[in-house]
C-alpha cells in the first residue's frame, strides 16, 4: 500500500463547476500538506500550503486537512478551463523528503 | 529572477548506456532534489542535496547517484540503463531543507530503447 493514495482520474467537468480533489494518507506523523499543479510539459507548481488540520483559502482555491481522518481536500471554485492540469498532493514529516500522490488529471470543459 | 533550469530536455539512450542529468537552481538556492515521474508510479524522489552533502535518498538502486557542486549546480547519473527507467526527471530547488518551498524545473524527459 502506497503512503499517499489519490486517485488518478481522469476527472471531466464543466466550466463553472466546483471541483472536489482528495488525498488519503497511512503515515500519521506527516505534518506538512501541499497541492501542486503540473501543467502539460512543465514542472509541477506549488499551489496550496497548510500545516496540520484545518482549512486554508487562497482565491478559488481551498485546501482542507483532516488528520483524524488522514484525508486532506483540494476545492475549486468557479472552475476554468485554464485550471486544467494534473494536480499532486504531497505531504512531508519534519524536514523528510516530499511523498506525492499518483496526481488527478483535470480537464475543464468550456 | 531565471527559474530552474534542466539539460537535456529530451534524452534517447538504448538499454546498457549510461546517462547524466543536469540542474541548475535559482539563484541562491542551495538545496537540490530530483525525482523521478512515469504514469504508473507518480513522482518518487530520488535524492536531496544541500552544500555538496547528499541529505535523503529514495529507494532507488544504486545504479542512480548524483553530486552537487559547490556552486550549487546539480547532477544526476544513471548508469546501466533499463526500460524502466524511462521516465520524466524532474530537478526542483529550495533556499534551504526542511519545508521551505521547492521549485520545480521543466524536466528531463528519458527514454530508454
Known amino acids: 500500500q502506497k503512503e499517499v493514495e489519490q486517485d488518478p482520474g481522469p476527472l471531466s467537468v464543466p466550466e463553472g463547476a466546483i471541483v472536489s480533489l482528495n488525498c488519503t494518507y497511512s503515515n500519521s506523523a506527516f505534518q506538512y500538506f501541499m497541492w501542486y499543479r503540473q501543467y502539460s510539459r512543465k514542472g509541477p507548481e506549488l499551489l496550496m500550503y497548510t500545516y496540520s488540520s484545518g482549512n486554508k483559502e487562497d482565491g478559488r482555491f481551498t485546501a482542507q486537512v483532516d488528520k483524524s481522518s488522514k484525508y486532506i481536500s483540494l476545492f475549486i471554485r468557479d472552475s476554468q478551463p485554464s485550471d486544467s492540469a494534473t494536480y499532486l498532493c504531497?505531504?512531508?514529516?519534519?524536514?523528510?523528503?516530499?511523498?506525492f500522490g499518483q496526481g488527478t488529471r483535470l480537464t475543464i470543459n468550456p | 529572477k531565471a527559474g530552474v533550469t534542466q539539460t537535456p530536455r529530451y534524452l534517447i539512450k538504448t538499454r546498457g548506456q549510461q546517462v547524466t542529468l543536469s540542474c541548475s537552481p535559482i539563484?541562491?538556492?542551495?538545496?537540490v532534489s530530483w525525482y523521478q515521474q512515469t504514469p504508473g508510479q507518480g513522482l518518487q524522489f530520488l535524492f536531496e542535496y544541500f552544500s555538496e552533502t547528499q541529505r535523503n535518498k529514495g529507494n532507488f538502486p544504486g545504479r542512480f547517484s548524483g553530486r552537487q557542486f559547490s556552486n550549487s549546480r546539480s547532477e544526476m547519473n544513471v548508469s546501466t540503463l533499463e526500460l524502466g527507467d524511462s521516465a520524466l526527471y524532474l530537478c526542483?530547488?529550495?533556499?534551504?531543507?526542511?519545508?521551505?518551498?521547492?521549485?520545480f524545473g521543466p524536466g528531463t524527459r528519458l527514454t530508454v530503447l
Open positions: 539563484s541562491g538556492h542551495r538545496s
Open positions: 504531497a505531504m512531508m514529516q519534519g524536514a523528510q523528503k516530499l511523498v
Open positions: 526542483a530547488s529550495s533556499l534551504t531543507v526542511g519545508v521551505d518551498e521547492q521549485f
